[in-house]
């Protein structure tokens, strides 16, 4: 080959005043990465041609964490393109079936300043409907007040003459479905946290979710009124988190405010404003509307009612929309005060009328001229939609393992809630130092408390498994795990879930027997017996409860005792089941510290091939 080169590039037409042979280097073939919008990551380690283990890892460092099914955005694929020496072209799309991977550019000249979009997340109690509703009720003038408001899921104030925009659904999972759907709509997050509590286990789930998703956080210390407030302790766990304050020197704004007194929430509007300056928030008032849906229902008056926040553009009444799998003209637009809008600039969000049908939060739309090349499009993507239900399906523990085999995948995300903080520094530290020939556990999150559906959207979005020790999902969480292929492994023994990992990272994992949850009963009432001893008055909330059941005992979601059950009974007879909907007296072996709302969940053993 090198021969070759030499020969094909003698000079030509120029002396040669060296005597040194000619050699010119060999151009590498160009690389060329065709980014296409909503590009998955499965899609990038193609067009790069390496391992979507490689990719995530990589996105990872940069503080996305995505699975390979969800998409990327372009910065990040650019930024990997310079990391592996690729250049970015763009692909051209111009179907409108697939129009979230139309690439739509503004000239600068044509941006303006737009609102930002605002959620507020916070541990739960600490304040964020209340902030919410002061915020609201602070726009209202002498002439509105008592007027009627509806929720649509967003609202806009404006904090002396600048528009802010807040997202009302306050929590986070609404936040979190969004981004596990690859919608980002909101530009920074104000994470509430009270200062008479402290960070609790919602609050550092919010910051992993922001930082997820790259989103700035300004940290509102809440319920300063009250006297046992000490704001310095927050900051003080806030920093320990990563959150240190711009008054320590840190880069996360914090404002001290009483949401209920309304102290100090004009400087915190201010801080917003401040963010979002900084952030350069803009957006081309003059084109065609895009956008994303906040929420969407079935009103009976009026027919399929829609959220939509304006992303770029503006959207009119009359105009012509795909959205998601649904399409159709405009008919109305209002905002929570049920006042109607003919236009609707950038960072707006309206209630609109005029779809054909209910689309989903978190689908996109997107203004179109014709009503015919609507309704064409939206068809399409609702049969495409219906092809592929079948086929989007999350990674099991074992496929991730095999997989991970196949194509040298070196980390298994895990997700790690525990009752108690000891156990989740001993199985952190311990899960993180297994290494199996080059496999490597990474922990997205570790935290105490219940398994909730925010893990579930994290697992989601990381591609994790979430192992719980000592801690339960109640069946609400167990379903939407379910419901999401992902993959949740109960523990109480530490070593237990270190020789598993280990044995699966080896791809050894052969557990004979595995524990099956067949229901869930609620205690209603408490009654003392001087010979059986406590027996539990419940009321099966969830499949079933068999005599022979393995019992474990739950408060709060924390399982506070395990062991057998010692019988079970409806009315006075001794019964072998009972199902969901029924009432059932229930006493446990060597245990009688049951206490009202207690939750027992019924398990049995069962073998499972592998
Ligand atoms: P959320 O669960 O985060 O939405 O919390 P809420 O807004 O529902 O507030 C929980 C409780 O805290 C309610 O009883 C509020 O009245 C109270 N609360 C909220 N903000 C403040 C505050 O600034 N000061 C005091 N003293 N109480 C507050």
């Known amino acids: 080959m090198a021969k070759k080169v030499e020969k094909n590039n003698k000079p030509q037409g120029r002396p040669n005043f060296s005597n040194k042979k000619v050699e010119k280097k060999v151009e590498p073939k160009e690389k060329v990465i065709i980014y296409k919008n909503g590009m998955t990551v499965l899609e990038v380690a193609e067009g790069f041609s390496k391992p979507v283990s490689l990719i995530i890892t990589k996105l990872m460092q940069l503080g996305v964490f995505a699975n390979q099914n969800q998409s990327v955005e372009r910065d990040m694929v650019e930024l990997l393109s310079i990391d592996f020496g ?54 209202i003038t002498a002439k509105e007040a008592g007027g009627i408001t509806q929720h649509i899921g967003a609202y806009q104030v404006n904090h002396n003459g600048y528009p802010i925009t807040f997202i009302d659904t306050p929590g986070h999972a609404a936040f979190t479905e969004m981004r596990a759907r690859g919608a980002k709509i909101t530009d920074m997050v104000v994470l509430v946290v009270a200062a008479d509590d402290g960070v609790m286990p919602q609050t550092e789930e919010a910051i992993a979710h922001a930082k997820a998703a790259g989103c700035p956080i300004i940290v509102a210390i809440n319920k300063m009124d009250k006297p046992n407030a000490n704001p310095e302790r927050v900051t003080q766990e806030l920093a320990n988190l990563g959150l240190v304050s711009d ?5 996360t704004p914090f404002v001290n405010i009483s949401a209920l007194k309304g102290m100090g929430v004009d400087n915190l509007l201010e801080m917003i404003e401040l963010v979002a300056n900084l952030n350069e928030l803009k957006a081309n008032p003059n084109r065609a509307a895009l956008g994303t849906v906040i929420e969407a229902k079935l009103d009976k008056g009026k027919g399929p009612l829609a959220t939509l926040l304006v992303q770029n553009g503006t959207l009119h009444v009359g105009d012509i929309i795909i959205c998601g799998n649904t399409y159709g003209k405009i008919r109305t637009m209002e905002d929570d005060r049920n006042i109607r809008y003919q236009d609707a600039l950038p960072s707006t969000a309206l209630a609109v009328t005029g779809l054909n049908d209910v689309p989903q939060a978190g689908d996109k739309f997107i203004v179109v001229k014709e009503e015919r090349i609507a309704r064409d499009a939206a068809n399409a993507r609702a049969k495409r939609a219906k092809e592929s239900t079948n086929v989007v399906k999350k990674l099991s523990f074992d496929e991730l393992l095999s997989n991970a085999n196949k194509d040298k995948t070196k980390e298994l995300n895990l997700i790690i809630k525990c009752d108690v903080q000891g156990s989740v520094e001993a199985l952190k530290n311990s899960l993180e130092k297994i290494n199996v020939e080059d496999l490597r556990v990474t922990v997205v999150r570790s935290s105490v ?14 591609d994790a498994i979430i192992i719980g020790f000592n801690v339960r999902p109640m069946s609400n969480v167990r379903n939407l795990a379910s419901e999401k ?8 023994v530490i070593y237990k879930v270190i020789d598993d990992i280990t044995l699966a990272l080896k791809g050894m994992l052969e ?13 209603r009432s408490i009654f003392k017996n001087s010979i059986v001893g406590t027996i539990a008055g419940c009321y099966v909330t969830d499949g079933v409860i068999e005599r022979n059941s393995l019992v474990r005992v739950l408060r709060n979601g924390i399982v506070i005792y395990s062991g057998k059950m ?10 072998k089941e009972v199902k969901q909907g029924y009432e059932c007296g229930i006493t446990i072996e060597k245990y009688s510290d049951l206490k009202e709302g207690d939750v027992i969940e019924a398990s049995i053993m069962k073998e499972v091939s592998r």
Do not use: C, N, Q
């Open 449 to 462: 408390g219940a398994i909730t559906d925010t893990d579930v959207s994290l697992a989601e979005a990381s």
């Open 247 to 251: 008054s320590w020197g840190g880069d």
């Open 511 to 523: 557990p004979v027997y595995e524990e099956v949850v067949i229901g869930e009963a609620e205690v």
């Open 566 to 575: 010692a019988s079970l009974r409806r009315f006075k007879d001794d019964v």
């Open 86 to 139: 690729y250049e970015l072209k763009d692909e051209v799309v111009t179907d409108l079936s697939r129009f979230e991977e139309i690439k739509i550019e503004d000239d600068l000249k044509d941006l303006k300043p737009r609102p930002p979009v605002v959620t507020i997340m916070g541990h739960v109690d600490h304040g964020k409907t209340t902030l919410l509703d002061t915020i609201r009720s602070s726009r």
């Open 485 to 492: 292929h992902i993959e949740i492994r109960l523990y109480d």
